[in-house]
């Protein structure tokens, strides 16, 4: 007899952990419209996502997030770079650009320790699909990746929101608001 009551809790423990807790999230909402200015934490830097975006749950739950307003969508993303300031520039644009781009000057010396800001834009002429912009934040090994995607006047008319969201990164243990307007 108690061996099958226990067997029973067995079964309905496994069913409880693989049926129904992974349905869970799909029971909610995919993303939440911010109804005041949300500061969300990435591994070495937070970002402030103003009133009126909406924000992937899932993508900020990792760390990454993904907020849209209207066409517009903007990813954040942070990571490791020791190398120079140039490579950086010139790698992070050939992650997420698939056709060319345009570069900014970078110094050959750049290294984030000041704390830089470098903007990326695609090349007159791009096909559809790339980014309207990629912003690259960094200070000194961490560095900040933002990118924008939509259509190019729905990303102008948005631009203040967007410049006000680069504004906003602070990297953990620095200086704070190495972003600024563009």
Known sequence: MQRALWLGVVIVTLVSFGIVIPTLPSLGPDTRLLTKDDTLE???ASVTIPAGWDVDIASAALGRPVAAQGDVQ???????????????VER???MVFAHAATLPD???DANGADGEQWEIFPAAGAEDGD????IVLRRDTSVVLVVVRGPEA???ALADSIDSIV???????????VGGPS
């Open 92 to 94: 992070a644009a050939g």
């Open 74 to 88: 903007i990813g954040i993303a942070d990571a490791l770079w020791l190398g120079g300031s140039s490579r950086l």
């Open 42 to 44: 990435l591994a070495m």
């Open 154 to 156: 729905d990303v102008a």
């Open 131 to 134: 980014p309207q912009r990629l």
């Open 106 to 108: 970078v110094p050959a």
């Open 167 to 177: 504004a906003s990164v602070e990297f953990v243990g620095l200086s704070p608001k």
